[in-house]
């Protein structure tokens, strides 16, 4: 629980995005949680699904592509295999 | 040379500013208005400009002359003078310069330099906030007398308001087309769900997990794969010759 905040904590202050920023991207994406919901999800002290993780994930990773990154943030198969 | 203003004449330069309406170029135009009439209109000023501040810093936008520009460009580069003190503690500064060594040492000596004697800052405010300042430069000693600066300060608020609206339409443009784009990307993003929901059969959280796993393998953002997704059920853009 714990290290999912951290993984997607850690990369929005790297990709330097405000939660207000991360949470826009994350609803223009599909995601449906509030941004009280994804505040709670960096902070830890709520757990997204699977699928509302993924597309946190996605919307992080879509801003690293655009700074000519690739995927650095891991979706949530990868972290059960990895 | 140095005096008040005559009500009149002010009263006159608050009516011309009154009468430019705020269309393209205009805010510009009212500020450069407002730099040239308090040159002009209030006794005992050589030359005016108007500082703004912006988010890599202040800059001069308008003046009535490059060395005013210059003798400003002193004040940003050494985080000295009335100027940048009046935009930082949003109050007005009216100093005679060479009083003032000790606090400003290196703007003094450049605005010695090129004879400026004192100065008049008044900061642009809106809300409380800082958004610039007008400066009265003065090669004369004594500060500006309290109707010169009563005049400039006539002048300075309707800059304020002036540059207040130009800040808050900007803002509320590029909010727009922020919105407008973000809109736009999460109907399309829907699309290709839709679309790949009915061919293959299956939710939109799996149609998700379509969109990505592309994205990933093929290392581009989410929007433009499902640009793709729908890009050949979309009707070509132009017509066929």
Aim: negative net charge; contains cysteine.
């Amino acid at each position: 629980v714990a290290r999912t905040a951290e993984v997607l904590e850690m990369a929005r202050r790297h990709a330097g995005l405000s939660i207000t920023e991360l949470w826009f991207a994350y609803v223009v994406l599909g995601g449906t949680g509030s941004m009280l919901d994804v505040g709670d999800y960096l902070a830890g002290s709520a757990v997204p699904s699977r699928h509302q993780y993924d597309v946190l994930a996605q919307a992080l990773n879509d801003e690293f592509i655009g700074r000519g990154g690739n995927h650095p943030v891991p979706y949530a198969d990868e972290r059960e295999s990895g | 040379v140095t005096g008040a203003p005559t009500t009149t004449s002010l009263a006159a330069a608050l009516d011309t500013i009154a009468a430019v309406r705020l269309e393209d170029g205009a805010v510009e135009a009212v500020l450069q208005l407002v730099v040239s009439l308090s040159k002009a209109t209030i006794g005992g000023v050589d030359g005016a400009s108007i500082s703004v501040l912006r988010t890599q810093g202040m800059e001069t936008s308008n003046a009535t002359s490059d060395e005013v520009r210059d003798i400003d460009g002193h004040q940003y580069a050494t985080g000295e003078g009335p100027c940048v003190t009046a935009i930082r503690d949003g109050r007005l500064h009216n100093v005679v310069l060479s009083a003032e060594t000790a606090r400003w040492p290196r703007f003094v000596a450049a605005a010695a330099a090129a004879g400026v004697g004192s100065m008049l800052s008044i900061p642009l405010t809106s809300d409380g906030r800082a958004m610039g300042a007008l400066n009265l430069y003065s090669r004369g000693e004594p500060v500006l007398p309290d109707a010169s600066v009563t005049g400039a300060q006539a002048l300075a608020d309707r800059a304020a308001v002036v540059l207040a609206n130009a800040i808050t339409f900007a803002t509320s443009e590029a909010t727009n087309r922020h919105l407008q784009t973000a809109l736009e990307n999460a109907r399309l993003i829907g699309r290709a769900q839709g679309v790949l929901m009915a061919r293959e059969g299956c939710g939109s959280e799996k149609a998700f997990d379509i969109l990505r796993r592309a994205s990933q393998r093929t290392n581009r953002k989410l929007r433009e794969i499902a640009e793709e997704v729908v890009a050949p059920l979309e009707p070509p853009s132009t017509p066929e010759p």
